[in-house]
T-cell receptor, first 111, second 114 residues
Framework: KNEVEQSPQNLTAQEGEFITINCSYS?????LHWLQQHPGGGIVSLFM???GKKKHGRLIATINIQEKHSSLHITASHPRDSAVYIC?????????????FGSGTQLTVLP | KAGVTQTPRYLIKTRGQQVTLSCSPI?????VSWYQQTPGQGLQFLFEYFSETQRNKGNFPGRFSGRQFSNSRSEMNVSTLELGDSALYLC?????WGAGQPQHFGDGTRLSIL
């Protein structure tokens, strides 16, 4: 069973700061997902990646398959980025939707 | 294009009852997955349906079941409810069953057991 660890658990930043959230996993994967969850509960899928780097607006996700590690970066953070960010991995065998989740990082961006 | 719709948004039940939750995927999406989120265990995979067939199931007791209809809408049922079943239940849809398909999540159904 894959173990997914996220750090930090909580993060408070000032508006405009560069933010990094880390995720490591213990067993090989077919893909890694970064998800965003707002207080209401709904989840938005930010990135799905299996190698390299992806960028969407102010968000950048990277993955190092050899080191079993991924990072989510937020540039020029804004209070609307405040949310829980969750890392999840898809197994190599079986269904890609049988995700194993990290415990999440609560991000608060202060104006 | 409408997103994934889950109904109801909130539900209160008592121990021993049963409950049915509904998920309507994005139009054209044929794969539906269900997840449970609790403060203690976090997010956990429940099961996945594609073409009206359960393709995978997570480590949950038989009290948790589901089905998918020909229009891809899905329901999950929990029988003999326990206090520990209090959770946010999330549904996600994707176009097909195979790997590499991004998922789109609904806003969830928050179930409280008294």
């Amino acid at each position: 069973k894959n173990e997914v660890e996220q750090s930090p658990q909580n993060l408070t930043a000032q508006e405009g700061e560069f933010i990094t959230i880390n995720c490591s996993y213990s067993v090989g994967i077919s893909a890694l997902h970064w998800l965003q969850q707002h207080p209401g509960g709904g989840i938005v899928s930010l990135f799905m990646l299996s190698s390299g780097k992806k960028k969407h607006g102010r968000l950048i996700a990277t993955i190092n398959i050899q080191e079993k590690h991924s990072s989510l970066h937020i540039t020029a953070s804004h209070p609307r980025d405040s949310a829980v960010y969750i890392c999840a991995v898809s197994p190599v065998a079986g269904s890609a939707r049988q995700l194993t989740f990290g415990s999440g990082t609560q991000l608060t961006v202060l104006p | 294009k409408a997103g994934v719709t889950q109904t109801p948004r909130y539900l209160i039940k008592t121990r021993g009852q049963q409950v049915t939750l509904s998920c309507s995927p994005i139009s054209g999406h044929r794969s539906v997955s269900w997840y449970q989120q609790t403060p203690g265990q976090g997010l956990q995979f429940l099961f996945e349906y594609f073409s009206e067939t359960q393709r995978n199931k997570g480590n949950f007791p038989g009290r948790f079941s589901g089905r998918q209809f020909s229009n891809s809408r899905s329901e999950m049922n929990v029988s003999t409810l326990e206090l520990g079943d209090s959770a946010l239940y999330l549904c996600a849809s994707s176009l097909y069953w195979g790997a590499g398909q991004p998922q789109h999540f609904g806003d969830g159904t928050r179930l409280s057991i008294l």
